[in-house]
């Protein structure tokens, strides 16, 4: 009777061990395939950026700029609570943006705004939204300088921020973050002294340390 008991002990704990671990194995392939299903057929909302009106600057107001922000669903199913938080911040191409734009990405999923946008697949829409620079912050990236004595015409100009985005099936925020160095046309510096700007002698190229990531 006692080597009965052992024995069937043994087979008792042995089949727990087999079920437990094909229970494991069952719950790793279900937790797969639902992030493979939520990658392929979540929403992904990318974002193309214009100037809809002059850039412009004085003393007295410092740099102003009207931006298009064009968000779109390249996704597989519906984005929902949209919005976009942009900002200007001074900086050269080479200089680290990772925290102005971690900032404004942070800002985004606090944002409280009740007008937030929901696109199907394939659909977008357009949002305008103003943006400037004091002639504090204009000139504060070159009080750095010991070469900044007298006056410096150049501003250098970095678009940082993020488009925030739910969906039904997922709790949590999803973002697509940007970072541009915004020049003329010919790959410039903005001019103080070029200003106004009309849009279509402004371009965008991708600032070397931006964060462009989507989530």
Not at 154 to 161: A, D, E, K, Q, R
Request: one cysteine or more.
């Amino acid at each position: 009777m006692f080597v009965l008991n052992v024995a069937t002990f043994i087979a008792v704990a042995w089949y727990a061990c087999i079920t437990r671990s094909e229970w494991k194995e069952m719950r790793t392939q279900t937790e797969t395939a639902q992030k493979q299903f939520e990658a392929a057929d979540r929403p992904w909302v990318a974002v193309d950026i214009a100037l809809a009106a002059p850039l412009t600057y004085n003393e007295s107001n410092g740099l102003s700029a009207v931006f298009y922000f064009l968000p779109k669903n390249i996704g597989r199913s519906p984005a929902q609570n949209i919005w976009v938080d942009p900002l200007l911040v001074p900086a050269f191409m080479g200089d680290d943006v990772s925290e102005a734009e971690k900032r404004a990405c942070d800002k985004a999923v606090k944002h409280d705004e009740l007008l937030r946008y929901f696109l199907i697949p394939g659909q977008s829409y357009r949002q305008q939204i103003g943006l400037g620079m004091s002639n504090a912050e204009v000139n504060s990236h070159w009080n750095k300088f010991e070469l900044s004595r007298g006056p410096i015409d150049l501003i250098p100009i970095v678009l940082v921020g993020c488009v925030d985005y739910t969906y039904e099936a997922s709790t949590r925020h999803h973002q697509t973050g940007f970072a541009y160095d915004v020049l003329t046309k010919d790959g410039l510096v903005i001019a103080k002294s070029k200003t106004p700007l009309p849009p279509d002698s402004i371009s965008f190229r991708a600032h070397p340390t931006g964060r462009f990531f989507a989530n």
